[in-house]
């Protein structure tokens, strides 16, 4: 789930759990990282997340990640 710091644009929300990047979906043959590694900063991806145990897709622009 979606921690409050990880807000990207706003468009994600405390306990959303994410699915999918650009239609490949996050499982033990594609980790997170895995499939972010091929975009770029600033770059638009579209994101399936599940909400409140509704399926949705939204599009995102990604951030550098700061520790």
Do not use: H, W
Request: glycine share 10%; net charge negative.
């Amino acid at each position: 789930p979606i921690k409050p710091q990880a807000f990207i644009d706003k468009k994600l929300k405390e306990g959303d759990i994410l699915l999918s990047v650009e239609g490949v979906t996050i499982n033990g043959a594609y980790a997170l990282d895995d499939l972010l590694t091929s975009y770029s900063v600033g770059q638009e991806v579209r994101i399936g997340i599940e909400r409140e145990g509704s399926m949705q897709e939204i599009l995102v622009t990604l951030g550098e990640l700061t520790l």
